[in-house]
């Protein structure tokens, strides 16, 4: 079947810190990997996707490379900010527009 | 060009009434998603439609939800009889093809109170 883990929260960080959230995955085929961001009292918003093994996605800073070799889609920023505090949730679809999302890791920048 | 459009934003129910939340996809999108977010947790998948027809509902409870989308108007997720669980936030997302993998973008969804 399909699924995603992510690394449970929260994870605090000073700005400027280095940023991984892991993400791994399990799925049957080729699926698409996508990276989602939450803030507080809003819908998800699209951070970043790769479609196919060995790309990488890319955004505002954060990056995340599709490695099938580890089913792993971790999301990595250099430097973060206080604006960077959000809910973030991997996800994959595999199926005509079904997504299967992780359970989301909580993200807290202190300044 | 506007987003994915939801309302209300917040809802509150008795326990027993009925729930109706209301999705505008994107301007130009015939695709639509229903997902559930539980309190801590992330989305689950509940149903897809396009313009009068049901792809996929396989995430759907089989009791008490039913959803659709008109041909006219915006798509509706339905649900009768309210209990405490029902208590989430729900997320409608559009896409503009079917084709497999196409993003999705997400409206800012109900937030639902069971009292």
Same mark, same amino acid.
């Given at each position: 079947?399909?699924?995603?883990?992510?690394?449970?929260?929260?994870?605090?960080?000073?700005?400027?810190?280095?940023?991984?959230?892991?993400?791994?995955?399990?799925?049957?085929?080729?699926?698409?990997?996508?990276?989602?961001?939450?803030?507080?009292?809003?819908?998800?918003?699209?951070?970043?996707?790769?479609?196919?093994?060995?790309?990488?996605?890319?955004?505002?800073?954060?990056?995340?490379?599709?490695?099938?070799?580890?089913?792993?889609?971790?999301?990595?920023?250099?430097?973060?900010?206080?604006?960077?505090?959000?809910?973030?949730?991997?996800?994959?679809?595999?199926?005509?527009?079904?997504?299967?999302?992780?359970?989301?890791?909580?993200?807290?920048?202190?300044? | 060009?506007?987003?994915?459009?939801?309302?209300?934003?917040?809802?509150?129910?008795?326990?027993?009434?009925?729930?109706?939340?209301?999705?505008?996809?994107?301007? *130009?999108?015939?695709?639509?998603?229903?997902?559930?977010?539980? +309190?801590? /947790? !992330?989305?689950?998948?509940?149903?897809?439609? @396009?313009?009068?027809?049901?792809?996929?509902?396989? *995430?759907?409870?089989?009791?008490?939800?039913?959803?659709?989308? +008109?041909? /006219? !108007?915006?798509?509706?997720?339905?649900?009768? @009889?309210?209990?405490?669980?029902?208590?989430?936030?729900?997320?409608?997302?559009?896409?503009?093809?079917?084709?497999?993998?196409?993003?999705?973008?997400?409206?800012?969804?109900?937030?639902?109170?069971?009292?």
């Amino acid at each position: 079947g399909n699924s995603v883990t992510q690394m449970e929260g929260p994870v605090t960080l000073s700005e400027e810190a280095f940023l991984t959230i892991n993400c791994t995955y399990t799925a049957t085929g080729y699926p698409s990997l996508f990276w989602y961001v939450q803030y507080p009292g809003e819908g998800l918003q699209l951070l970043l996707k790769a479609t196919k093994a060995d790309d990488k996605g890319s955004n505002k800073g954060f990056e995340a490379t599709y490695r099938k070799e580890t089913t792993s889609f971790h999301l990595e920023k250099g430097s973060v900010q206080v604006s960077d505090s959000a809910v973030y949730f991997c996800a994959l679809s595999n199926n005509f527009n079904k997504f299967y999302f992780g359970s989301g890791t909580k993200l807290n920048v202190k300044p | 060009n506007a987003g994915v459009m939801q309302n209300p934003r917040h809802l509150v129910r008795r326990r027993g009434q009925e729930a109706r939340l209301r999705c505008s996809p994107m301007k *130009g999108h015939s695709h639509v998603y229903w997902y559930r977010q539980l +309190p801590e /947790e !992330g989305l689950k998948f509940m149903v897809y439609l @396009q313009k009068e027809n049901i792809i996929d509902e396989s *995430g759907m409870p089989k009791e008490r939800f039913s959803a659709e989308f +008109p041909k /006219e !108007g915006p798509s509706i997720l339905r649900i009768q @009889q309210v209990v405490r669980g029902d208590s989430a936030a729900y997320f409608c997302a559009s896409s503009p093809l079917g084709a497999e993998q196409e993003t999705q973008y997400f409206g800012p969804g109900t937030r639902l109170l069971v009292l």
